[in-house]
């Protein structure tokens, strides 16, 4: 089956600073991927849709700005969280859609900021 | 993409079958059940899908009820390794960029010994 990967799969940093995870189909070709944030017990909230090689697509109250979405080839998107707070420490999974409009999800990426 | 009500926990005994229940009362004639579950600290894992007739695969099966309002996802023999978050999601199949995948709160089932 379809496998997506993400790294790194936990990372810690320190308020302030900035964080890559990166989202990668590994025997696929993905036109579209999708970046998803989880805070403990709560369902999985989109955050934007990264299209290969335009602008991603964000959700209502998810800042541009703040969540640096990358998506520079068919197998790569990255998420860069720019000037982190604790407030974004989550879960963040991608998941990448293939050409017959399935999704698969990458095992996600834990983020602590102290 | 219409909206699905499932219960928010359930627990079914180990070897016992799970029945997982979602309405979709709201259904459109094109939109497919799909059923995907996150054990915990990972990444949702597809299970299965149908748009009207029931599906059966090596994981699960899906019944579909005559009218599609409502959907039962089974687990034939639960095992301890089944606890997770069950998330039922109905969707419009097909490559549209804007037809990605809404998860609503799901139904936690404990699988106990």
């Known amino acids: 089956g379809a496998v997506v990967s993400q790294h790194p799969s936990w990372v810690i940093c320190k308020s302030g600073t900035s964080v890559k995870i990166e989202c990668r189909s590994l025997d696929f070709q993905a036109t579209t991927m999708f970046w998803y944030r989880q805070f403990p017990k709560q369902s999985l909230m989109l955050m934007a849709t990264s299209n290969e090689g335009s602008k991603a697509t964000y959700e209502q109250g998810v800042e541009k700005d703040k969540f640096l979405i990358n998506h520079a080839s068919l197998t790569l998107s990255t998420l860069t969280v720019t000037s982190a707070h604790p407030e974004d420490s989550s879960f963040y999974i991608c998941?990448?859609?293939?050409?017959?409009?399935?999704?698969?999800f990458g095992p996600g990426t834990r983020l602590t900021v102290t | 993409d219409a909206k699905t009500t499932q219960p928010t926990s359930m627990d079914c005994a180990e070897g016992r079958a799970a029945n997982l229940p979602c309405n979709h009362s709201?259904?459109?004639?094109?939109?497919?059940v799909y059923w995907y579950r996150q054990i915990h600290s990972q990444g949702p894992q597809y299970i299965i899908h149908?748009?009207?007739n029931n599906e059966t695969n090596e994981m699960a099966s899906l019944i579909i009820t005559e009218d599609r309002k409502s959907s039962t996802l089974i687990l034939p023999h639960a095992t301890l390794r089944d606890t997770a978050v069950y998330y039922c999601i109905v969707r419009v199949a097909g490559g549209n960029a804007g037809n990605m995948l809404t998860f609503g709160g799901g139904t936690r089932l404990m699988v106990k010994p």
């Open positions: 149908g748009l009207k």
């Open positions: 709201t259904i459109s004639g094109n939109e497919y």
């Open positions: 998941s990448a859609r293939d050409n017959r409009a399935e999704q698969y």
